[in-house]
C-alpha cells in the first residue's frame, strides 16, 4: 500500500527541539522531492520544507528558516523533520508529503501521511 | 513571499454549482494545484496543473485559470463534497504557499 505514517510528535516547551519522523512504503522513496507541510488548530495549510530526492537541495519557509532542518534517508525510507527554539505559534499537526517536482510544474502534494500534532507550551 | 488570496466561505445547494475562486500574483506563470480537507482528515489533490484531475477523482471537479485567478469548479454538487478547498502554488524561486482555505458548505 502507498502510504506515509509520520510519528515523533507530543510535548515539548517553549525553546526547546524536537524531531518528527515519516515513514513512507509502497513507492520508490528515493526518486521523489518530499515535504512537511503543517496546520495550526482550526488554520490553514503552511508549506514548511521541502528536500530533493537525494538531499542535495533543501527549501525553507521563512517562519522556520533557521530552526528547522529537513532531512532523509533513503536506505530507510524515511523522512524527518528537526525542530529546534520551538515557539508556540509552531504548534500545529506536522504531515508529511510526497513532492513530484519538476521545474515547469512547480511542484505539488500528491500523497500525504495523516499527520503527527506537536504541541509547544509550558 | 507572494499570497494566495481565496474566499473564507462559499455555499450552495445540491445539484447546484460551486466556484471557489484563488488569486494571486504568481498565477499567470505558475500552475495551481487544489487540495480538499475534510475535518479531521489530511488534504488530498483534486485538481493539479490547473485543470487535471488525478485518477479517482470525480469529473465534476474542475479547474480553470484566467490572469491572476485560478478557479475550482464543482458541477453538481454533492453532499460529500463538503469540506475546505486549499489552492496552492509556487514562485519558481523556492517557495511554496497555499491560499487560506474556502469552507465549502451544501446547504
Known amino acids: 500500500e502507498v502510504q506515509l505514517v509520520e510519528s515523533g510528535g507530543g510535548l515539548v516547551q517553549p525553546g526547546g527541539s524536537l524531531r518528527v519522523s515519516c515513514s513512507a512504503s509502497?513507492?520508490?522513496?528515493?526518486?521523489?522531492?518530499m515535504s512537511w507541510v503543517r496546520q495550526a488548530p482550526g488554520k490553514g495549510l503552511e508549506w514548511v520544507a521541502n528536500?530533493?530526492?537525494?538531499?542535495?537541495?533543501?527549501f525553507y519557509a521563512g517562519s522556520v528558516k533557521g530552526r528547522f532542518t529537513i532531512s532523509r534517508d533513503n536506505a530507510k525510507k524515511s523522512l524527518y523533520l528537526q525542530m529546534n527554539t520551538l515557539r508556540a505559534e509552531d504548534t500545529a499537526v506536522y504531515y508529511c508529503a510526497r513532492f513530484p517536482y519538476a521545474f515547469l510544474t512547480g511542484g505539488y502534494f500528491d500523497l500525504w501521511g495523516r499527520g503527527t500534532l506537536v504541541t509547544v507550551s509550558s | 513571499s507572494f499570497e494566495l488570496t481565496q474566499p473564507p466561505s462559499v455555499s450552495v445547494s445540491p445539484g447546484q454549482t460551486a466556484r471557489i475562486t484563488c488569486s494571486g500574483d504568481v498565477l499567470p506563470n505558475q500552475y495551481s494545484f487544489w487540495y480538499q480537507q475534510k475535518p479531521g482528515l489530511a488534504p488530498f489533490l483534486v485538481i493539479f496543473?490547473?485543470?487535471e484531475r488525478p485518477s479517482g477523482i470525480p469529473d465534476r471537479f474542475s479547474g480553470s485559470s484566467s490572469g491572476t485567478t485560478v478557479t475550482l469548479t464543482i458541477t453538481g454538487v454533492q453532499a460529500e463534497d463538503e469540506g475546505d478547498y486549499y489552492c496552492?502554488?509556487?514562485?519558481?524561486?523556492?517557495?511554496?504557499?497555499f491560499g487560506g482555505g474556502t469552507k465549502l458548505t451544501v446547504l
Open positions: 528536500i530533493k530526492e537525494d538531499g542535495t537541495e533543501k
Open positions: 496552492q502554488s509556487a514562485d519558481g524561486s523556492g517557495s511554496w504557499m
Open positions: 496543473k490547473d485543470n
Open positions: 509502497g513507492f520508490i522513496f528515493r526518486t521523489y522531492w
